[in-house]
């Protein structure tokens, strides 16, 4: 392993988003070749103390990479994590095809319609209605499994632009989701992920329901950063 490139790979993830950055920082790790086919990573200790991580959170990192088909663990004396000699090939079909510019296109969208649609939410009297539907569609997505996830998180992402009561921006929003939902497609559904957005969730219609739009803009930037970490690792 090059040293000078795993300096730079393995440095602290910032706090807001630990799981999704540590996925990202060791898929790019990979990717780039900094640690190659058949080597084993940086021992564990040593890896959260680079990533400024937990070892737990650093372990859920390494089991997402693992299920993708990137790495094994290994037992014994001389055992640890280790790049599988063979990794995913990419998707070759010609629709399923992703230039950086188009997904950073698609990120930077989102990123302003619903940064945007959270404080406006937050600068708006709701009225009891808006205030129902905001926390029903949290309770929905909280309790969702994993199969069903994915649908009541975008249900959750679009009450948040309809409370805001501008029918262009909702629309603006539900467009963008299908084209986010078509790239979360083709990448795994990570649990602590998602355990993680239903925290933020709450941290945003909190905000929402609270009044606070400067919160409520920085809470929803912080919760999409975490998932454009992920697509980022994945399809970049």
Do not use: C, K, W
């Amino acid at each position: 392993m090059e040293s000078g490139a795993g300096e730079a790979l393995f440095r602290p993830v910032r706090a807001g988003n630990a799981f999704e950055e540590t996925v990202e920082r060791l898929l790019q790790a990979i990717r780039l070749g900094v640690v190659g086919a058949g080597e084993r990573l940086p021992a564990e200790r040593e890896l959260a103390e680079r990533l400024g991580v937990s070892r737990v959170t650093l372990r859920e990192a390494i089991r997402a990479l693992a299920d993708a088909g990137y790495v094994e663990s290994r037992r014994g004396r001389y055992g640890g994590t280790f790049v599988n000699e063979t990794l995913p090939e990419p998707l070759e079909e010609e629709s399923l095809r992703l230039t950086v510019a188009e997904l950073e296109d698609t990120l930077s969208l989102r990123h302003v319609l619903e940064t945007g649609a959270a404080e406006l939410a937050a600068s708006r009297p709701l009225g009891e209605a808006g205030r129902e539907h905001l926390t029903a569609t949290l309770a929905e997505a909280s309790a969702a499994d994993l199969a069903d996830y994915r649908r009541r998180d975008s249900r959750l992402h679009l009450a948040i632009a309809e409370v805001t009561g501008s029918g262009s921006l909702t629309s603006a929003v539900a467009d963008v989701r299908m084209r986010v939902n078509r790239l979360l497609d083709r990448i795994p559904l990570l649990e602590p992920n998602l355990e993680h957005s239903n925290v933020q969730h709450d941290a945003i219609v909190r905000a929402i329901l609270a009044g606070e739009a400067a919160t409520a803009r920085q809470a929803m930037a912080e919760h999409l950063e975490g998932t454009e970490s992920l697509l980022r690792a994945f399809l970049a």
